[in-house]
């Protein structure tokens, strides 16, 4: 028996004559942590949107605990949380107003269960705040102590971090990770490349369509076309553009202060170098690197 709680197939939806979400196909498994990675506009809110029934399917499929999205879905929901971009609070009322709130909302006012995610969210002492004076570090543990309070098995995770400091995002992650360990499923969408790196296996999404499927490693492995460089070499701009034009050479682009390229196998060191003392630059180190998803989604993109 199959251990996918979301299962998606073929799974379409058309606005008019755009196409947000393009056969996509997929499978989120029970107890892991999915990434659905992809800039925005990409199509992963709705996607996110249609596996919670508030949109329906052009075509195709969407299943989650087995049942149809399009016809079971209340039955789905009562299993569901959902942390959307915006984080849903109601700023004026306090922390524990907020929860208390979510709690009547799925016929859940149990006091023990209120203490137990306000220690969970590591919110105790800021009980008695109103939600738009937080930090939106706060908030956004706020918001998933709302989409938990039901006890859900399967989480909804709808750019979660986007707007969050790089700590904050951080201790967010272990939050996920503490729920993953207690048997929650998470669905997480995201455009930071580097925050996907956390997750067990990773969708990319591009133009509504999925570009790779596959664990982190899995991709880099294997979705990337060849080896990965950092160079750094003077006169800057220039460089890039000699690297550009060079056989092998697969991607090129501006990474801080020096330059990533992405080649073929078969390219080395002093074919970088070589290639860069013809065009009249000065190779100040060339060093091959383990890849990004940020590369693989880029090369795959072919942005």
Not at 232 to 250: D, F, K, N, R
Not at 269 to 295: C, Y
């Amino acid at each position: 028996m199959s251990d996918a709680v979301v299962r998606i197939q073929e799974l379409t939806k058309c606005f008019g004559d755009f196409t947000a979400v393009d056969r996509v196909s997929f499978e989120v498994r029970r107890g892991e942590v999915f990434g659905y990675l992809g800039p925005n506009g990409s199509g992963k809110t709705t996607t996110i949107r249609m596996l919670l029934g508030l949109l329906r399917p052009t075509s195709g499929q969407a299943m989650v605990f087995g049942q149809d999205v399009t016809r079971q879905v209340e039955a789905i929901r009562s299993r569901v949380g959902y942390m959307s971009q915006k984080f849903a609070l109601y700023h004026e009322l306090t922390v524990d107003e907020n929860l208390r709130f979510y709690a009547g909302v799925y016929s859940n006012p149990d006091s023990k269960r209120l203490h137990a995610v306000i220690d969970q969210a590591g919110l105790r002492g800021l009980e008695e705040l109103q939600a738009g004076k937080l930090p939106i570090g706060w908030r956004q543990r706020l918001a998933l102590a709302t989409a938990i309070i039901h006890r859900p098995t399967l989480l909804f995770l709808d750019e979660p971090t986007s707007g969050v400091d790089p700590v904050a995002r951080r201790a967010f992650w272990d939050l996920i990770y503490n729920l993953a360990d207690e048997g929650v499923t998470s669905l997480v969408t995201t455009h930071y490349m580097d925050e996907a790196e956390y997750c067990g296996r990773v969708g990319i999404i591009h133009h509504g369509r999925i570009l790779a499927l596959g664990t982190p490693s899995e991709l880099k492995r294997k979705a990337l076309p060849g080896a990965a460089w950092d160079i750094y070499a003077q006169p800057h701009l220039e460089a890039l553009t000699v690297l550009t034009e060079m056989p092998g050479v697969l991607q090129t682009g501006l990474a801080g202060n020096h330059l990533r390229a992405i080649t073929k196998e078969s390219v080395q060191p002093r074919d970088i170098r070589n290639a860069l003392a013809q065009g009249g630059m000065q190779a100040i180190d060339v060093k091959r690197i383990e890849p990004t998803l940020e590369d693989v989604f880029l090369t795959l993109a072919g942005v």
